[in-house]
């Protein structure tokens, strides 16, 4: 393993360690992440979608940035996919229709991800057949992201595996949609306790662009 790949997955396993246990600051109360700034996942439990502000479905909210000349019903996002030489994300972009529902928005993202990167030296994140069941945004800015089973059956596992599909995911959707803060997975409609066998999902996840690499690619 390259000195660079073993100090991604050191940085990302550090992150989700440090705000998987107990004591964390409640959903509702984090504060937001600033720009670059490296963060670790905020503890949650399932219960907070209906408790923090008043989670509802994420079918309107601000409609995203201009379209592109010419496309007058699209716009360019950036998605973030794992690179093949290291544990770091790479970024690919991309165009989505562009609609007034946030929900529809991350849906797309999400769709793409899964469809898998067109850059070389880019790997897939998010399994094939992963659909998305449900999309809840709450006044808090919190999304839950309620995916098929295929998202947890279809992965190949690992810790440094998981770890990049929950940020590939977690970074694409809070970088192009800024009503998303933070990210929250089910899967099937219930919480897990962990993604495959390693990455914690009762955590709620923030931005972590530290571990982005943006100069190829973007």
């Known amino acids: 393993m390259s000195a660079a ?3 991604g997955v050191a940085l990302a ?5 440090a705000g998987c246990g107990c004591g964390g600051r409640p959903v509702s109360e984090a504060p937001p992440a600033a720009a670059g700034e490296a963060v670790a996942p905020v503890a949650a439990t399932a219960q907070d979608a209906a408790t923090a502000g008043g989670a509802e479905p994420a079918s309107g909210g601000a409609p995203g940035p201009p379209a592109a000349p010419g496309e007058p019903n699209h716009r360019e996002v950036v ?3 794992q690179r093949a030489a290291d544990d770091t994300l790479g970024p690919e972009r991309r165009r989505i229709l562009l609609t007034s529902s946030i929900a529809d928005q991350a849906r797309q993202i999400i769709g793409e991800l899964a469809a898998g990167p067109e850059t070389e030296g880019l790997l897939s994140t998010v399994p094939r057949r992963t659909t998305v069941l449900g999309v809840y945004l709450d006044r808090a800015g919190t999304a839950y992201l309620d995916l098929s ?3 947890v059956s279809m992965h190949p596992g690992g810790s440094s595996e998981e770890l990049a599909t929950i940020f590939s995911i977690v970074d694409s959707l809070t970088y ?4 998303i803060r933070r990210v929250r997975f089910l899967v099937g409609g219930e919480e897990r306790d962990t ?8 955590a709620a996840y923030i931005k972590n662009m530290s571990i982005v690499r943006m100069e190829e690619g973007g």
């Open 176 to 179: 192009n949609l800024p009503e």
């Open 149 to 151: 089973e295929e998202f």
């Open 13 to 17: 396993a550090a992150l989700v360690a």
């Open 79 to 81: 998605l973030f996919f």
């Open 5 to 7: 790949r073993a100090a």
């Open 195 to 202: 993604y495959k066998s390693h990455v914690d999902l009762r």
